[in-house]
């Protein structure tokens, strides 16, 4: 991607926007906006758009300057079909120089020809004796794409990220373990276990991409059974191999119009307090979280939590 001296010139000397935050979910079924702002002092949801794929750049350039939110910081979250996600040994290489180590250990794992861009996070805890660390890779062409497009809507990248990490953002940052069980729409299950704010565990389930389909019934028939089996073994490994507390509560957030029925089948099959996720932020009256992308919405968010970190580093140099 090539940024012209002019160009990026021009993107310094904006002038701030006057919304707090803004996060893209780019996703095979489109683009998916969410800003937002200071209102009462409360970091609040105001906005909420998606664009078809077809010609977005255009769509989002115009909608940006539409809405005034030149330079917002933005948070560019990739969904689960457009990256693939490995987990790794973590190379024997000093930090610096982990990186690039990882291009050549992950490379087989990934099993593709594309040219991609990889980066890592690490694990929080391991089983006992392993030393492995999480590879994100994603094809490069489409990534450079993407940020070409964004840029040249008249937005500020602040960062790049990915659907399991973007929706952790969205829960509490107690000590308690949570597992979220959320689904775009036509896509597989993402199961996380997140606690502390930080991925834990984290695994794609197939065979529920029609579970809108489903009537009430048909769920209480099998599919609530299937998916507590799948929650089970999940929790094991976390509570028996990565050594953690039992979780307190389970999150749904399924492409079913039937929430509240399928989390109460789960909270009896699992005794888990299980109920459909409401993330615990302020937002326009106007607005519905069923309504929106979690990882767009948690891609907003995280860029008050960079924040607040950067400024509490600076108060602990200080």
């Given at each position: 991607m090539r940024v012209g001296w002019r160009k990026l010139i021009s993107y310094l000397n904006r002038k701030p926007s006057g919304f707090a935050s803004l996060g893209i979910e780019y996703d095979i079924n489109g683009l998916h906006l969410c800003a937002t702002q200071e209102v009462d002092g409360q970091h609040t949801w105001v906005l909420n758009q998606t664009f078809p794929l077809q010609d977005w750049q255009s769509?989002?350039?115009?909608?940006?300057?539409?809405?005034?939110?030149?330079n917002t910081k933005t948070t560019l979250v990739f969904a689960t079909k457009k990256y693939k996600l490995v987990q790794t040994d973590k190379p024997a290489v000093p930090e610096e120089e982990l990186a690039q180590a990882?291009?050549?250990s992950a490379k087989d794992l990934l099993m593709t020809q594309d040219e991609v861009v990889m980066d890592y996070f690490d694990l929080p805890a391991q089983t006992m004796g392993a030393n492995k660390v999480n590879v994100v890779a994603i094809p490069k062409a489409e990534l450079f794409d993407v940020c070409q497009g964004v840029l040249?809507?008249?937005?500020?990248?602040?960062?790049?990220?990915?659907?399991?990490?973007?929706?952790?953002e969205l829960l509490p940052k107690n000590q308690e373990g949570y597992v979220t069980v959320f689904q775009a729409p036509g896509a597989e299950v993402c199961l996380n276990i997140v606690k502390a704010g930080k991925l834990y565990f984290s695994r794609r389930i197939k065979g529920y991409e029609q579970i809108s389909s489903f009537t009430e019934m048909e769920l209480q028939m099998g599919v609530s059974e299937t998916l507590s089996v799948e929650l089970q073994r999940s929790m094991d490994f976390f509570e028996s191999q990565l050594r953690q507390a039992p979780v307190k509560k389970i999150y749904l957030?399924?492409?079913?119009?039937?929430q509240g029925v399928l989390a109460k089948l789960i909270g009896d099959a699992m005794q888990v307090e299980s109920e459909p996720f409401v993330p615990d932020f302020a937002k326009s009256e106007e607005l519905q979280w069923?309504?929106?992308?979690?990882?767009?919405?948690?891609g907003a968010f995280s860029v008050q939590e960079v924040e607040e970190q950067t400024t509490n580093e600076s108060g602990d140099a200080a």
């Open positions: 769509s989002l350039k115009s909608f940006v300057e539409e809405q005034q939110l030149q990882l291009q050549w040249e809507a008249g937005l500020f990248i602040e960062r790049v990220t990915v659907e399991e990490l973007a929706t952790c957030n399924l492409d079913t119009e039937h069923a309504d929106t992308s979690l990882a767009a919405l948690g």
